[in-house]
C-alpha cells in the first residue's frame, strides 16, 4: 500500500511543472519499485511455504481420518456380539 501512496505523491510533485519536481518524481518511483521488488521477493517464498504446509496439513488430516474410521470399525467389530472376540 505504500507503494501506491509513494507513487501518488510523486505525481502529485510531477504536477508542480519544474525540472526539480521531476528528479523528485523519478527517485520517488525508483524508491517505491525497489519497495515493490522486495515485497515480491518476501511474498514468493510465504505463499510457496503457506501452500506447502497447508497440503501437509490436508495430507495429515486425511491420514487422521482414515486412523479414527479404521480404529472406530475394529472396535465396533470386536465390541459387536459375535464378533471378533466371541461376543464378551
Known amino acids: 500500500f505504500g507503494t501506491v501512496v509513494d507513487i501518488i505523491n510523486a505525481f502529485d510533485n510531477l504536477a508542480e511543472g519544474s525540472e526539480e519536481a521531476a528528479k523528485l518524481v523519478m527517485a520517488a518511483i525508483a524508491e517505491a519499485l525497489i519497495a515493490t521488488g522486495v515485497g515480491i521477493l518476501v511474498a514468493i517464498p510465504a505463499v510457496m511455504m503457506f501452500n506447502y504446509f497447508k497440503n ?10 482414515l486412523l479414527g ?4 470399525s475394529h472396535l465396533r467389530d470386536v465390541h459387536q456380539p459375535g464378533g471378533k472376540d466371541g461376543g464378551v
Do not use: G, Q
Open 69 to 72: 474410521r479404521s480404529l472406530t
Open 56 to 65: 501437509e496439513t490436508k495430507k495429515a488430516t486425511a491420514r487422521t481420518e
